[in-house]
């Protein structure tokens, strides 16, 4: 699974783990990511999204309309 937001955009970060003695190894922080369906009442059908925890807050807030057209407007399909 693509761990990448829907609505955000957030992807993965990187950077190191630093030891004690700062020795370096790489690492990756996975943003919040979750498998949702959302009911689109103008559409009359459920849609599902890949959305991380703050995209949740976001169509909460503006509503899941707004969000879905936001996300055809870039060119993705849902």
């Known amino acids: 699974m693509s761990s990448i937001c829907q609505v955000t955009g957030r992807k993965p970060a990187f950077g190191n783990n630093v030891s004690h003695s700062h020795r370096k190894t790489r690492r990756r922080w996975n943003p919040n ?3 949702k369906k959302f ?3 103008n559409e009359k059908r459920w849609v599902k999204l890949t ?3 703050k995209g949740i807050k976001t169509i909460n ?3 899941i309309e707004s ?3 936001d996300i055809r407007r870039r060119g993705e399909k849902v």
């Open 33 to 35: 990511v979750q498998v």
């Open 39 to 41: 009911w689109v009442p």
């Open 51 to 53: 959305v991380s925890a």
């Open 61 to 63: 807030k503006n509503g």
């Open 67 to 69: 969000v879905l057209a």
